[in-house]
Protein backbone atom coordinates (compact mmCIF):
# COMPACT_ATOMS: atom_id res chain seq x y z
CA UNK A 1 0.00 0.00 0.00
CA UNK A 2 1.51 3.22 -0.72
CA UNK A 3 0.73 6.46 0.38
CA UNK A 4 -1.70 9.13 -1.67
CA UNK A 5 0.83 11.76 -1.99
CA UNK A 6 2.70 9.25 -4.02
CA UNK A 7 -0.59 8.23 -5.70
CA UNK A 8 -1.44 11.85 -6.37
CA UNK A 9 1.61 12.45 -7.33
CA UNK A 10 1.74 9.83 -10.10
CA UNK A 11 -1.59 10.63 -11.27
CA UNK A 12 -0.59 13.56 -12.31
CA UNK A 13 2.77 12.47 -14.44
CA UNK A 14 -0.11 10.60 -15.85
CA UNK A 15 -1.57 13.59 -16.52
CA UNK A 16 1.69 14.86 -18.19
CA UNK A 17 2.00 11.83 -20.33
CA UNK A 18 -1.78 12.67 -22.02
CA UNK A 19 -0.17 16.13 -22.56
CA UNK A 20 2.48 15.13 -24.25
CA UNK A 21 0.33 12.83 -26.57
CA UNK A 22 -1.43 16.50 -27.68
CA UNK A 23 1.85 17.69 -28.83
CA UNK A 24 2.26 14.91 -30.73
CA UNK A 25 4.71 12.86 -28.59
CA UNK A 26 4.14 10.10 -26.65
CA UNK A 27 2.26 9.30 -23.55
CA UNK A 28 5.37 9.74 -20.95
CA UNK A 29 5.37 12.66 -18.13
CA UNK A 30 7.57 12.97 -14.66
CA UNK A 31 6.81 15.67 -11.87
CA UNK A 32 9.19 17.16 -9.55
CA UNK A 33 7.89 17.71 -5.63
CA UNK A 34 10.13 19.65 -3.55
CA UNK A 35 11.16 18.35 -0.32
CA UNK A 36 7.99 19.31 1.33
CA UNK A 37 6.08 16.71 -0.52
CA UNK A 38 3.74 19.07 -1.80
CA UNK A 39 5.06 21.74 -3.59
CA UNK A 40 5.28 20.91 -7.57
CA UNK A 41 8.92 22.90 -8.95
CA UNK A 42 8.72 21.62 -12.57
CA UNK A 43 6.53 18.80 -14.71
CA UNK A 44 7.36 18.00 -18.00
CA UNK A 45 6.53 15.64 -20.73
CA UNK A 46 8.36 13.34 -23.22
CA UNK A 47 9.65 15.33 -26.25
CA UNK A 48 11.41 12.80 -28.36
CA UNK A 49 13.37 9.77 -28.28
CA UNK A 50 16.67 11.52 -26.84
CA UNK A 51 14.91 14.02 -24.38
CA UNK A 52 12.62 11.85 -22.25
CA UNK A 53 10.53 13.31 -19.65
CA UNK A 54 12.39 12.14 -17.01
CA UNK A 55 15.72 13.32 -18.05
CA UNK A 56 15.10 16.57 -19.51
CA UNK A 57 13.35 17.41 -16.00
CA UNK A 58 16.55 16.32 -14.55
CA UNK A 59 18.93 18.49 -16.25
CA UNK A 60 16.63 21.25 -16.01
CA UNK A 61 16.08 20.95 -12.36
CA UNK A 62 20.20 20.77 -12.28
CA UNK A 63 20.41 24.17 -13.92
CA UNK A 64 17.96 25.83 -11.46
CA UNK A 65 18.29 24.08 -7.78
CA UNK A 66 21.55 23.01 -5.78
CA UNK A 67 22.10 19.58 -5.59
CA UNK A 68 21.81 19.82 -1.89
CA UNK A 69 18.13 20.99 -2.80
CA UNK A 70 17.54 18.08 -5.16
CA UNK A 71 18.94 15.21 -3.07
CA UNK A 72 15.50 16.04 -1.01
CA UNK A 73 12.85 15.79 -3.98
CA UNK A 74 11.07 13.40 -5.13
CA UNK A 75 10.38 12.79 -8.82
CA UNK A 76 7.45 10.88 -10.12
CA UNK A 77 7.13 9.45 -13.37
CA UNK A 78 4.08 6.94 -14.50
CA UNK A 79 6.81 4.13 -16.26
CA UNK A 80 10.12 3.39 -15.07
CA UNK A 81 12.83 6.05 -15.86
CA UNK A 82 14.73 4.15 -18.87
CA UNK A 83 18.85 3.53 -18.18
CA UNK A 84 19.38 6.57 -19.71
CA UNK A 85 17.08 8.65 -17.41
CA UNK A 86 17.91 7.07 -14.80
CA UNK A 87 21.90 7.66 -15.04
CA UNK A 88 20.37 11.72 -15.78
CA UNK A 89 18.81 11.84 -12.42
CA UNK A 90 21.51 9.83 -10.29
CA UNK A 91 23.63 12.65 -11.80
CA UNK A 92 21.38 15.35 -10.84
CA UNK A 93 21.60 14.18 -7.59
CA UNK A 94 17.10 13.55 -7.24
CA UNK A 95 17.01 11.56 -4.21
CA UNK A 96 13.99 9.83 -4.55
CA UNK A 97 12.12 8.37 -7.57
CA UNK A 98 8.39 6.83 -7.92
CA UNK A 99 7.03 5.42 -10.40
CA UNK A 100 3.66 3.21 -11.73
CA UNK A 101 4.67 0.70 -13.71
CA UNK A 102 7.76 -1.26 -14.50
CA UNK A 103 9.64 -0.80 -17.79
CA UNK A 104 8.92 -4.71 -18.54
CA UNK A 105 5.04 -3.96 -18.21
CA UNK A 106 5.78 -1.16 -21.29
CA UNK A 107 7.56 -3.27 -22.89
CA UNK A 108 4.25 -5.76 -22.68
CA UNK A 109 2.69 -2.59 -24.20
CA UNK A 110 5.01 -1.37 -27.09
CA UNK A 111 6.63 -4.90 -27.94
CA UNK A 112 9.37 -4.59 -30.53
CA UNK A 113 8.13 -0.96 -31.48
CA UNK A 114 10.67 0.94 -33.36
CA UNK A 115 9.42 4.21 -31.61
CA UNK A 116 9.95 2.84 -28.51
CA UNK A 117 13.07 0.05 -28.37
CA UNK A 118 12.97 -0.87 -24.86
CA UNK A 119 16.14 -1.90 -23.07
CA UNK A 120 15.46 -4.32 -20.27
CA UNK A 121 17.96 -2.46 -17.84
CA UNK A 122 15.62 -1.72 -14.73
CA UNK A 123 16.69 1.59 -12.73
CA UNK A 124 17.12 -0.44 -9.68
CA UNK A 125 20.47 -1.87 -11.84
CA UNK A 126 21.41 1.79 -12.40
CA UNK A 127 21.74 3.33 -9.32
CA UNK A 128 23.18 0.35 -7.78
CA UNK A 129 26.26 1.13 -9.97
CA UNK A 130 26.41 4.46 -8.67
CA UNK A 131 28.03 5.42 -5.24
CA UNK A 132 24.47 7.44 -3.77
CA UNK A 133 21.73 5.74 -2.24
CA UNK A 134 18.82 6.88 -4.21
CA UNK A 135 15.31 5.56 -3.27
CA UNK A 136 13.41 3.79 -5.79
CA UNK A 137 9.92 2.96 -5.19
CA UNK A 138 7.86 1.16 -7.75
CA UNK A 139 5.81 -0.53 -9.24
CA UNK A 140 2.81 1.43 -7.63
CA UNK A 141 0.21 -1.34 -7.83
CA UNK A 142 -2.80 1.17 -7.29
CA UNK A 143 -1.81 3.27 -10.40
CA UNK A 144 -0.98 0.52 -12.86
CA UNK A 145 -4.48 0.05 -14.11
CA UNK A 146 -4.30 3.77 -15.22
CA UNK A 147 -1.11 3.93 -16.33
CA UNK A 148 -1.99 0.70 -18.60
CA UNK A 149 -4.43 1.86 -20.27
CA UNK A 150 -2.68 5.66 -20.90
CA UNK A 151 -0.05 3.14 -22.42
CA UNK A 152 -1.89 0.70 -23.98
CA UNK A 153 -4.18 3.04 -25.89
CA UNK A 154 -1.45 5.18 -27.35
CA UNK A 155 0.69 1.91 -28.52
CA UNK A 156 -1.97 0.41 -30.12
CA UNK A 157 -2.91 2.97 -31.97
CA UNK A 158 0.31 3.15 -33.39
CA UNK A 159 0.73 -0.37 -34.78
Request: glycine content about 6%; charged content about 15%.
Amino acid sequence: MHNDTDIHFLRMSNEVGKRAVALGNHPFGAVLVAPDNETVLLTQCNIDTVNHAESTLARIAASNFTAEYLWGCTLYTAVEPCCMCAATLYWANIGRVVYGISEARLLACTGNHPENPTMSLPAATVFRHGQKAIVLTGPVHEIEEETLALQQGFWQTRR
